[in-house]
């Protein structure tokens, strides 16, 4: 089954501790994507990769990195997590960057 | 003025009704355009890809102005499972990242 897989579904952590949120396609697809969601925000791009070691910034990229060593593997990492990270965390992937993209189930973070 | 920017809804709406959602972008240089669907909690879902020549699914019809740089939702014959909020979608091919608008959320009541 073509599917966006993240994990964790639920995390909460604390203030500074790091932590690493997975997202891994079936799709072979070459472009993937991080956003976050917030009420009243809307979904903000956080970062993007159009392929293997090619990552690129998106609207809110503060405080978050991200690597693209495997086609199919697309981590987000918060080395320092802060309170105002806490969101609902959707990754997602397309085949190439401009056709429709496929989410994952998304990750609710709360940081304390 | 934001990038991508929608009906603020809500829209309460009775079954078969029609409803028309609008979504103005504001660069110019926007490639592709796309319509999602959320339901609550859920994650995003492809509706339909919008085209400029306009294009159906069903009881679905998209339309891209790019003239006056807007794209609009037909929903026709609403059913219950319509209820959802939907989100427009545009991609700058040059800077290659997406813009989602903020949603319009529609409730079809019974």
């Known amino acids: 089954e073509a599917q966006v897989t993240q994990n964790p579904r639920y995390l909460i952590t604390v203030t500074g501790k790091k932590l690493t949120v997975t997202c891994s396609q079936n799709?072979?697809?070459?472009?993937m994507s991080w956003y976050r969601q917030d009420p009243g925000l809307g979904l903000r791009q956080i970062y993007y990769?159009?392929?293997?070691?090619?990552?690129d910034k998106g609207d809110v990229p503060e405080g978050y990195k991200v690597s693209r060593k495997e086609k199919r593997n697309f981590p987000l990492i918060l080395e320092s997590p802060s309170p105002n990270q806490t969101s609902l965390y959707f990754c997602?992937?397309?085949?190439?960057?401009?056709?429709?993209?496929?989410f994952g189930d998304g990750t609710r973070l709360s940081i304390l | 003025r934001k990038e991508v920017e929608q009906d603020p809804g809500p829209f309460n709406v009775p079954e078969g009704a029609t409803v028309a959602f609008n979504c103005t972008y504001s660069n110019s240089a926007s490639q592709s355009f796309f319509w999602y669907r959320q339901d609550c909690r859920k994650e995003p879902k492809l509706l339909m890809s919008?085209?400029?020549s306009g294009n159906e699914d069903g009881r679905f019809t998209a339309q891209l102005n790019r003239a006056s740089q807007y794209i609009s939702l037909l929903i026709r014959d609403s059913k219950l499972s319509d209820s959802a909020t939907y989100l427009c979608v545009v991609n700058i091919l040059a800077g290659q990242n997406f813009v989602f608008g903020p949603g319009t959320r529609l409730s079809v009541l019974p």
């Open positions: 997602a992937s397309s085949p190439q960057a401009h056709q429709p993209q496929h």
């Open positions: 990769s159009m392929n293997v070691e090619v990552t």
């Open positions: 799709m072979n697809h070459e472009y």
């Open positions: 919008v085209y400029s």
